[in-house]
Structures are given as structure tokens and as C-alpha cells.
């Protein structure tokens, strides 16, 4: 992972393609599988209107992540890039994910 921030590359969570950090907005099916974009730790879960959200943080990047629907992790876990967080949770909104990623240059 080390390289991956070193070139300034993380993950989009939702294809595992390499992206910028950002905020993005996408509607996926309810179920699909979301994944870490860096290595880091779990920080923060909260429960808001149906669907959670998940903060990961390591000493270069944050990333909160809105509209889960079920969570596989827990609060303090170590996580890995590309490691399974959880599923797309249900919105009739016209986005279901939300997600917010941040790194220092």
C-alpha cells in the first residue's frame, strides 16, 4: 500500500480502480460489495436514516463512506486496500454512495 500513496493512487472503493481523492456520488445496486480505498484503521461508524457510514483513516488519507447497508468491520480494525467493508445499502434517492476521500500532498 505504501506505493500505491506514494504515487498519489488510491482506490475507488466501488470498482478498485485507481482514483483522486475526492468526493463522488454514484448509484450502485443495493448489496453490491464496497471495499477499503487505502490501508488504515476504522475510526468511526454511525447509523444515519437506514444506512451507515464509515470513517477509515491512516496517517495520509481519510475517507468517509455513506450508505451501507451492512458493515463488515468494526470500529479499530486495521484494514488492508481493497479489503471488503461491507455492502450498498437501498436509496431511492438518485445516488446510493456516497464517499469522501482526503490525503495530504
Known sequence: MQT????????????RETITPGRYFK????GHRVFSPHDGVV??????????????????CS?????????????GDHLKV???????????DRFNIYYEIECKK
Open 4 to 15: 500505491i500513496l506514494q504515487a498519489g493512487k488510491i482506490l475507488d472503493p466501488i470498482t
Open 27 to 30: 448509484k450502485i445496486e443495493p
Open 43 to 60: 475510526k468511526r461508524i454511525q447509523f444515519m436514516v437506514d444506512n451507515f457510514a464509515i470513517t477509515i483513516e491512516n496517517q495520509v
Open 63 to 75: 475517507t468517509y463512506i455513506h450508505g451501507l447497508g451492512l458493515i463488515k468491520v468494526n470500529i
Open 82 to 92: 481493497g479489503q471488503e467493508l461491507g455492502e450498498a445499502g437501498f436509496s431511492e
